[in-house]
């Protein structure tokens, strides 16, 4: 990845073709794990998902916080905070503002739109209400719960009265884990030799609900280790982004054994929710019971080196990429 | 598998651990693609999955129709026509009647208990109906489509207007799913090279409900090929029962491209549904919308190989094994 130089003017053009466009100011850029996987896509499901987020000599596709410079669009004016889907650039032409909010709430750090009040925080609740379901002192496992999502799922829980374990890849973000975000239990699983062992020592009686961040060896752990009538949120599996070809799961006849449900979910499906979730959201966010820790990278041209370190588990938190304040 | 000879008195005995028994007569046992899986199960789910369905020097533990001989339960009387979980003897004494159900209808051939009308039958309906959620005019594959239940869940799809495609392992079979049951298209499995290219054939658009028999390589080739928000209703995972280490299913990531719903379920789950489901099935059956093929085994002494036949495939039709005709 590198840096392009180029001069444009802060005016959506005149032709035909950019009615309803509006002309961007790119604030901050979001780091988030779906952006590795998309590369593997087929072109089958759904019109978002047929987004190109990487191709050459093009800016990087993602979510961003931004302020209208110019619209031709008439729900948004100059000077309008928002979020939605932008480039990797100091100035965005948007011609398709379908997946644009207004941001109303500015008593909150504005990054926030791209974690807890963005897509992250979306998914989050999307998947673990509406999903998995939860019931009050059921038992949670989190794997990579250190991730923006995943640190929001377990506050989440917690708030339901759950009990929540969270495994996570080094000591400090175990930590963070149980003091920061409040978790009963967590666990670098680095240092465990085998995951079904380490799922029976924090789960002697099984896990309820599952949110599945990783895929691979970890999901067959979980498969053993489930209740009856357990759910599986599968919202990604960044263990498997790399391989060509996937490792296998051996143990979906745990499915049967526990009837167990397992889903595959998209956020894109719930984004109608986003005003009863911020009602939610925001208040716990100002009373301070859901809390949120960022990764913050100064600059444009260091955002790749961020999000590649997404990827070898050197984020301390929400990745997030500030290209300008205002 | 060996036939013993002894001798009991056809009464319950007066004992008081004896209180609420009843004494049966076997007529119909049904051999199940289930009680070659239930070896394999852990013990950490349910009372009715704790049943030890094989054990050295016992008779087999099944499900069956039977003529109350003798009772002390309240809810039966001497002459009662019944299903449920019983042995594979001539006459069982019971002391848990809790998998009973008593047989009202008796204009349609008694041995449909063990299937269309008992356990496989709510096992289609509550999958199909509750798990699945079908809607008309929905893509619906079937695996192991020939077996007990696939053959229900496969006219109840018809029922629905669904377009129904069902996979067999002989061309016989093949036919008869056609022919007699009016699926859409099948095919034999066995005689496709790759079982994604034969998905793909039959479902061009792809699949929005998979009845998932079979587990394995089939697995992965119809995750491959389902529709957005598809569903599969995970009912067993024959191909899989005599691995110790089972086969991997390598494209779970699909459960995310195409936010597909993937649950095991059980019957012992639905049963309170057994009257409506009756309500709705046994007039189907009366104006012949529904077809049913029995492989009927004549006599207790022929039922173990008729039982080790359906998982070599040589069964044709829902397997029962007659004991006596009253």
């Known amino acids: 990845m590198y840096l392009n130089t180029s001069n444009i003017k802060l005016k959506v053009p005149a032709a035909d073709e950019y009615a309803g466009a509006i002309l961007v100011k790119n604030l901050y850029l979001s780091c988030d794990p779906y952006m590795r996987g ?36 008439p729900d948004f004016k100059a000077g309008d ?20 909010f207004k941001i109303h709430h500015t008593d909150v750090p504005l990054s926030y739109y791209t974690g807890i009040l963005g897509m992250p925080g979306m998914t989050a609740y999307a998947g673990f209400y509406e999903v998995c379901k939860p019931k009050k002192g059921e038992k949670v496992y989190i794997s990579s719960a250190f991730g923006a999502v995943g640190q929001i799922v377990g506050q989440f829980a917690k708030l339901m009265g759950c009990y929540v374990v969270g495994s996570a890849g080094s000591q400090e973000k175990v930590d963070m884990l149980k003091k920061k975000f409040g978790f009963d239990e967590a666990f670098n699983y680095k240092e465990e030799p085998d995951l079904n062992t380490a799922l029976k020592r924090y789960f002697p009686e099984g896990i309820d609900i599952y949110w599945e961040n990783v895929g691979g060896k970890m999901l067959d752990a979980v498969l053993m280790n489930m209740r009856l009538h357990g759910r599986i949120a ?69 955002g790749p080196a961020s999000l590649v370190g997404l990827f070898s588990g050197r984020n301390a938190g929400k990745g997030v990429v500030l290209v300008a304040r205002d």
Chains 1, 2 share one sequence.
């Open 81 to 100: 905070l928002v979020w939605g889907i932008t480039k990797w650039e100091e100035y965005t032409l948007i011609t398709n503002t379908e997946s644009f």
């Open 38 to 73: 998309v590369k593997h896509r087929d072109a089958s499901t759904n019109a978002q998902d047929r987004i190109v987020f990487f191709a050459a000599d093009q800016p990087i596709v993602g979510y961003g916080v931004c302020k209208v410079v110019d619209s031709k669009h």
């Open 234 to 302: 599968v919202c990604g599996m960044i263990s498997q982004y790399d391989f060509e070809e996937h490792e296998g799961a051996h143990n979906l006849m745990h499915l049967i054994y526990k009837r167990v449900r397992m889903e595959g979910f998209s956020v894109f499906d719930y984004y109608h929710l986003y005003p009863k979730f911020l009602d939610f959201v925001v208040p716990c966010i100002r009373e301070n019971k859901i809390t949120c820790v960022e990764d913050m990278t100064q600059g444009l041209e260091n």
